[in-house]
């Protein structure tokens, strides 16, 4: 990972060990203060510059998204009040610094059909030869635990063997985003499929040693960029490919693997509330189903109740900017 060169590379450094230790992924941090420790170094900043006014220009001049702009100074205020807590300053330079105004994301959300027009297709495609079939059963398995179970890509492919629990029907996930680990129950028909993925895999390989539950080559887990080239061919061959738009403030994202995980949320909310139950009192336990520290996060996709509804914010956002 690329060092700090800026005069204030020792404190960045320092400050991210502080960041880690409290059990905080420091990845994310680290992009926002990479940015502003090019920026140091390109204006050849010292002590001396470090005022609200170098903040602004700062703010100006960075080229990216006002989200990842609002990011970054984020990052640096928390920078700066960890050097208050040195004593090395009294006020934080940042804490007039307004915000830029941001843009607001509505994520690709699948209707349940065309989920299932989704995993069909690639069910469809499965290779048949016997070096390809596994490898092929696998991808499409990890994709049907995004879209039946809300995962993240990263997690069906580092499963491991041990981590799928026959006897109840759950699995239990490992130290993903936020350093969380979950059990969750499967449904039973996922659970078919995982049981007659590992059968054939048992008849094909008996001596087979590979640890992850979802099989790669050559004893390795799957690779994650095979499972989203994938999911884009498939999505393109049932003609949902599509591209980010944008509109006013307003960015519609395209299709991506994550979208399955959105629309697995937004689509068990719209269930729980077609049957005239509560969302809100579902909210912590989705949250926990899907690892989010915090039920919060969740509550974000009540913004959209189903994918028509985001059809129907592109068309009026579009019908809106006509009329001005």
Same mark, same amino acid.
């Given at each position: 990972m690329k060092n700090y060169e800026s005069f204030l590379a020792g404190k960045l450094e320092e400050y991210v060990t502080y960041r880690k230790n409290l059990g905080y992924s420091k990845k994310a941090l680290r992009h926002g203060l990479n940015d502003f420790d090019r920026y140091l170094k390109e204006q050849n900043a010292g002590w001396?510059?470090?005022?609200? @006014? !170098?903040?602004l220009q700062l703010r100006a001049n960075i080229q990216k998204n006002p989200n990842t702009v609002n %990011?970054? *100074?984020?990052? =640096? $205020? /928390?920078?700066?009040?960890?050097?208050i807590r040195q004593g090395i300053y009294i006020h934080n330079p940042l804490q007039d610094i307004p915000p830029l105004p941001e843009r607001y994301f509505i994520p690709f959300v699948f209707s349940p059909e065309e989920t299932e027009r989704?995993?069909?297709?690639?069910?469809? +495609?499965?290779?048949?030869? %016997? %070096? &390809?079939?596994?490898? &092929?059963?696998?991808?499409?398995?990890?994709?049907l635990l995004m879209a039946r179970c809300g995962m +993240?890509?990263?997690?069906? =492919? +580092?499963l491991l063997l041990t981590h799928y629990r026959a006897d109840d029907g759950t699995i239990y996930i490992e130290k993903t985003k936020? $350093? %969380?680990?979950?059990?969750?129950p499967l449904p039973i028909s996922v659970m078919t499929e995982i049981e007659n993925y590992l059968s054939v895999r048992k008849s094909l390989l008996p001596h087979d040693q590979n640890p992850y539950l979802l099989a790669g080559k050559d004893q390795e887990g799957l690779h994650g960029r095979y499972v989203r080239a994938l999911f884009h061919q498939r999505v393109k061959d049932i003609g949902l490919a599509g591209s980010k738009q944008t509109v006013g403030n307003v960015t519609f994202g395209y299709p991506t693997p994550? @979208?399955? +995980?959105?629309? !697995?949320a937004i689509n068990t909310l719209k269930h729980i509330k077609d049957r005239g139950e509560s969302t809100q009192?579902?909210?912590? =336990? *989705?949250?926990?189903?899907? /690892?989010?520290?915090?039920?919060q996060y969740t509550h974000a996709y009540l913004k959209v109740s189903d994918a028509k509804h985001v059809a129907g914010l592109i068309a009026f956002s579009k019908s809106q900017l006509d009329v001005v």
């Open positions: 001396d510059d470090i005022q609200p @006014s !170098f903040f %990011k970054i *100074l984020s990052a =640096v $205020r /928390g920078f700066f009040n960890f050097l989704l995993l069909q297709a690639i069910s469809n +495609r499965l290779r048949k030869t %016997k %070096k &390809d079939f596994l490898t &092929d059963v696998a991808m499409y398995l990890a994709t +993240r890509i990263s997690e069906p =492919v +580092r936020f $350093r %969380k680990d979950r059990l969750i994550h @979208s399955l +995980r959105h629309s !697995f009192h579902a909210l912590p =336990v *989705l949250a926990a189903y899907m /690892g989010h520290r915090k039920y």
